[in-house]
């Protein structure tokens, strides 16, 4: 899979599991001064509102950056991890961003 296309598949899960509340999930990305071409870095934003903001930054599908805000009390007021696969970053997300339409944690 290519960054792109990881990218595009992060983009739907958070939309999916309600992470992009408020404003949606904003793409961007991160360039070499010297070489503007060359991205360094996809990056997407995601909300909870009232709760939490963050941001995945994809450096490749093996280097992916989860940095956030939260009210959660289960984590740092601010903080960022670094995780080798899309598949374990969605499990830190779930585990303390994702919840239902109730209020209620998702597991």
Not at 40 to 56: K, M, P, Q, W
Request: with cysteine.
């Amino acid at each position: 899979m290519s960054r792109k296309e990881l990218v595009e598949t992060i983009r739907v899960w958070l939309c999916e599991n309600n992470l992009d509340e408020y404003y949606g999930v904003l793409l961007g990305t991160t360039t070499q001064t010297a070489n503007p071409k060359a991205v360094i870095s996809y990056n997407l934003s995601f909300c909870v509102r009232g709760h939490t903001d963050g941001e995945i930054k994809v450096y490749n599908a093996k280097k992916i950056e989860v940095s956030w805000l939260t009210q959660n009390r289960s984590l740092p007021y601010e903080g960022k991890q670094l995780f080798t696969s899309f598949e374990d970053a969605k499990v830190f997300l779930k585990e303390h961003f994702v919840y239902d339409d109730n209020g209620n944690k998702v597991i």
